[in-house]
């Protein structure tokens, strides 16, 4: 609890309420309510120093507690240097005290970086991917699992000097709690050339956040605010002289009036007799002429004791350790106490009784600044070198602001080579947080104290972290220029070879995420020839994974086997080189020979389990989830994959692996579920600020939109993926492939879906190592069926050539292609022979019957009129399964096909699907299987009756069983009686 201490005989107090804010206040008040029901969002409070911003947020905690709603506090601090996520640590600590065990099991995927943040909460190893988006991201679920019953209140105060990650934080607060039950409100100082206000313009411009800006108090205010301090009532009036004089040097900041108020009361030119105030004759020239003022009349009046006191907290800042400013004054702890309570009842500090004792701090940043201005440069250097040596006798270890305040000490106390020693141990620090933009600033200053105090083995240091971080920054220019200055640094120095290597390593890894391949490769050959010199294989392995990854993205792909077996090889001792050399040697492999690949990829998931590296585990889980799906259809590990990136907080990865859980639904045909997982791709993507992900996943959302007939929808989607996607020619090229073209193969418009294919090729011959998307098959089948021999026989040899054909799936669809020019050949029993072995490998690929039936139904129109195989069967099972879809054209196509051979044509589906099995994705088909299962006829007495094959009905009771979350035929058949489906069978 906050209490103000007074001094005897003083009479002027505190203003006892909020003046002046009532519409301020009334709109923060209506903003709590709008917390209860999710539509509160952000409130940036901005005014000048001493204009009542604290006083404003204090009455909005006090209202929001009296509400019992949670309410979360956390406040940046005026320091030489700023610590990274400091108040939102500090807002967090008690957001977790308030939060209950099924609230905590619903944050588990945000546990990892959330650690970061709240010790308690840290799990060993590091998260294997968190950033700065998935940092927030884990502070907004956390947000809202404290908001979810009662609501809450956050606020951050004085964001002006909040550091670039936490302002990222607040920034995606704002952006993303909106719909959440908490109420986040920031106060800052309108600074035109500060990070937070520039924040603020651009929250307030998008309609992330609302203004509310604090004005001074306007002559009226003041005035109230003046009788309420001095106690007298609203008709009484103020001393004739007093009035002019609080209204012209306050300036309208009711902090500077209360100061007025209470220094010229102490001073004794402000007088209470008889219950009537007055000023002495002496006023004018008595009465403090700014806020510095006040401030130096007050410390006089307290004494050395106490000056000493406020002089050596105001080195250690606006909030201060007692204890530290009671040794640097050289003063007992009790005395320190009493004295720091004197000081608060002449309302220089607060003070907070806790349960472990008082706490104190300034009472406002503009008083510790004040009580520093009083003292010469050479007392601050003294006063400074004292609270270094206090601060690292109390804390040896400087563990986090107090490094910061150490390293802001060591500057101000003339000491240019401990600060910069300091300031490079916080900086790295800020780096393994991932706090990349304050590890920036910070370490620029190192280097700029190091430089000048002429420690050029700090300097050179300080220069190599600054290197790491610009690089994983992605600003590859200023990472080039860091790291070449450091490079020349190195040079001149002896046994520096491991440091260069690490360099240019470091060089060549930002060049290829800028896709800058040439200097990447010069780098690497730089680090190489520095390596035959120097260290031994360790680095040679780093090296060679490094060229390898190189090689793969720039489409060399025998160079890229080449290095990463050579990196492999010499990659003892270094486990994670090996588990990335073997993933880079899989996705090679992947590209023509998938047994291959998956032994590789299952080699480096059993190194990273056995060496305890998650982020490896949980990459090459993903890449056999790829090859599972690619060769079988299954989905499992891809599933296993993504549970596991989840629960080692790996976000962004579990989104990529949504990504993938979208494509392969949709190639399954089960477009419902596709959309699903593209909709939570899409939108972990955008969270997590991945942009070629949330690219690929609209593509996934038109093929689903297609599927389902939606061209308004699948147009929309292709559109916002292809502006997404800007240079990525493999997401353009499946959009096309996946979507426009399917879309228009199922309305049997043959020269739109060939267009869309052709184009698809165009884009994707560009992508050496794109993905074997099912397009090509598409496209070989369709060419050789509307193309001339020569040129149909082109398309097919390309894509043997590709390696699509790893892929089961483009295998059988491939297969379809050589069988329809087979048989226009004339050659029918080899036309069989191969359409057979597609259509086997067709039909063993998991949830890939929607494809086999499409290209069933084009191989057909081709073996209707060169005279071979079954066609009959293929077309009316194509009819069967795309009945009661969307797809009425291509069931049309099926029946005029086979009565224009005087063939007859299935029954289409009879009946409507009741709602219940309609919601869970029943067709009308399916509905016509379950009623014959509620007869008890077998799988074969169905086919005839349906005119389809015992193994297409087998496959309705299998989805059926997976829809209806059944467990056997018995009960399928109790749920048709039920229904009464068996009252409306199809007929026989």
């Not at 620090?429 to 920036?440: D, H, I, K, V």
């Not at 979350?965 to 009464?980: E, M, T």
Request: hydrophobic share 45%; aromatic share 4%; charged share 25%.
């Amino acid at each position: 609890m906050r209490v103000r201490r007074d001094t005897p005989g003083m009479a002027v107090g505190l203003c006892p309420v909020l003046v002046g804010r009532d519409r301020e206040r009334e709109d923060l008040q209506a903003a709590l309510r709008a917390a209860r029901t999710g539509t509160a969002g952000t409130h940036l409070i901005s005014g000048v120093a001493g204009v009542g911003k604290s006083r404003l947020v204090a009455s909005l905690l006090a209202d929001a507690a009296a509400d019992g709603m949670a309410t979360l506090r956390g406040r940046a601090v005026q320091t030489g240097r700023r610590e990274a996520f400091r108040p939102i640590t500090e807002a967090l600590m008690s957001a977790l005290r308030s939060v209950g065990s099924a609230e905590l099991d619903g944050l588990r995927p945000y546990r990892p970086a959330i650690g970061w943040l709240v010790p308690e909460w840290a799990e060993g190893t590091s998260p294997p991917d968190v950033s700065l988006v998935v940092l927030a991201e884990g502070v907004t679920r956390l947000l809202a699992a404290v908001a979810r019953e009662r609501g809450a209140l956050v606020v951050f105060e004085d964001v002006h000097w909040a550091d670039p990650e936490t302002l990222g934080v607040l920034e995606y607060l704002a952006d993303n709690l909106r719909s959440e039950r908490v109420l986040c409100v920031a106060t800052l100082r309108p600074d035109p050339g500060s990070e937070a206000y520039g924040l603020a313009r651009r929250l307030a411009a998008r309609g992330s956040a609302t203004q509310v800006r604090l004005s001074p108090l306007p002559a009226s205010d003041v005035r109230r605010m003046a009788r309420l301090c001095l106690g007298v009532g609203e008709s009484d009036d103020l001393p004739p002289a007093l009035e002019p004089l609080v209204l012209a040097r306050a300036e309208g900041l009711p902090l500077l009036v209360e100061d007025l108020l209470s220094t010229s009361s102490e001073s004794g030119v402000l007088l209470r007799e008889g219950g009537v105030w007055r000023l002495a004759e002496r006023a004018s020239r008595v009465i403090p002429s700014d806020f510095a003022d006040t401030v130096r009349r007050r410390l006089e009046l307290l004494g050395d004791p106490a000056r000493g006191l406020l002089e050596a907290a105001a080195a250690l800042g606006a909030g201060f350790d007692w204890r530290i400013a009671a040794e640097v004054a050289g003063q007992p702890a009790a005395t320190a106490v009493a004295e720091l309570r004197r000081a608060a009842g002449v309302h220089l500090l607060w003070v907070d009784e806790g349960e472990d004792g008082p706490s104190f701090r300034f009472h406002h940043s503009l008083t510790r600044d004040a009580v520093w201005s009083t003292l010469l440069a050479s007392d601050r250097a003294r006063i400074s070198a004292g609270a270094y040596d206090a601060v690292l006798a109390r804390y040896p270890d400087l563990p986090g602001e107090w490094c910061e305040l150490a390293a802001s000490l060591s500057e101000r106390a003339g000491r240019p080579q401990q600060a910069a020693s300091l300031l490079l141990r916080s900086g790295r620090r800020a780096l393994a947080r991932g706090a990349l933009s304050t590890a920036e600033q910070v370490l620029e200053r190192a280097g700029v104290l190091a430089d000048g105090c002429g420690d050029h083995a700090t300097g050179t240091l300080t220069g190599e972290a600054l290197t790491e971080v610009l690089a994983l920054a992605g600003k590859t220019d200023q990472a080039f220029r860091v790291g070449e200055g450091v490079l020349a640094r190195l040079d001149e120095m002896p046994d520096s070879t491991a440091r260069r290597i690490a360099v240019r390593l470091c060089l060549a890894r930002t060049a290829i995420g800028a896709m800058r391949w040439e200097e990447a490769g010069d780098q690497l050959d730089l680090a190489r020839t520095l390596g035959r010199s120097g260290p031994g294989t360790a680095f040679a392995a780093r090296i060679d994974v490094m060229a390898a990854r190189l090689a793969l993205e720039e489409g060399r792909l025998d160079d890229a086997t080449a290095l990463g077996r050579t990196a492999l090889a010499h990659a003892a001792g270094a486990p994670e080189v090996a588990c990335e050399a073997l993933i880079i040697l899989g996705r090679r492999e992947r590209l023509h020979d998938m047994a291959a690949a998956a032994r590789s990829f299952a080699e480096a998931y059993g190194l990273a389990e056995g060496r305890a590296l998650p982020y490896w585990s949980i990459q090459a889980l993903h890449e056999l989830g790829t090859v599972e799906t690619l060769t079988t259809g299954s989905l499992d590990r891809f599933r296993q994959a993504r549970d596991l990136a989840v629960a080692s907080g790996a976000l962004a990865t579990a989104a990529i692996l949504e990504v993938q859980l979208a494509g392969a639904h949709q190639v399954r045909f089960e477009p419902e579920l596709g959309l699903a997982a593209a909709t939570r791709a899409i939108e972990g993507a955008r969270r997590f600020r991945l942009r070629g992900a949330q690219a690929m996943a609209t593509v996934y959302a038109a093929g689903c939109y297609a599927l389902e007939g939606r061209s308004t929808e699948m147009a929309a989607a292709l559109a916002e993926a292809e502006a997404l996607a800007g240079d990525d020619g493999a997401a353009v090229a499946m959009g096309l492939g996946h979507g426009r073209s399917l879309f228009h193969l199922l309305r049997e418009e043959r020269a739109a879906a060939l267009d869309a294919l052709e184009e698809a090729m165009v884009r994707i011959r560009r992508v050496p190592t794109g993905p074997p998307g099912i397009f090509r098959g598409l496209w070989a089948l369709v060419r050789t069926l509307d193309d001339d021999p020569e040129q149909a026989e082109q398309a097919r040899a390309e894509v043997r050539e590709s390696g699509a054909v790893a892929v089961p799936i483009n295998v059988g669809i491939l297969g379809f292609a050589d069988a329809a020019a087979l048989g226009r050949g004339g050659d029918r029993a080899a036309a069989e022979r191969v359409y057979a072995t597609a259509d086997s490998a067709l039909a063993s690929w998991e949830g890939g019957d929607g494809l086999r039936q499409l290209a069933r139904r084009l191989v057909a129109e081709a073996a209707l009129r060169d005279g071979w195989g079954d066609p009959a069967v293929w077309l009316r099972e194509a009819a069967a399964f795309f009945s009661g879809t969307p797809h009425h054209a291509v069931v049309v196509a099926c029946q005029s096909l086979l009565r224009s051979a005087g063939l007859s044509a299935p029954r289409l589906a009879v009946g409507d699907v009741p709602a219940d099995l309609r919601a869970r994705g029943v067709t009308e088909r399916e509905r016509d299987v379950l009623a014959l299962v509620g007869l008890r006829l077998s799988n074969k007495e169905i086919a005839d009756r349906l005119v389809l094959s015992p193994r297409t009905v087998e496959k309705h009771v299998e989805h059926l069983l997976a829809k209806t979350g059944l467990d056997n035929r018995l009960a399928l058949a109790g749920l048709a009686v039920r229904l009464r489906l068996t009252e409306t069978p199809p007929p026989a």
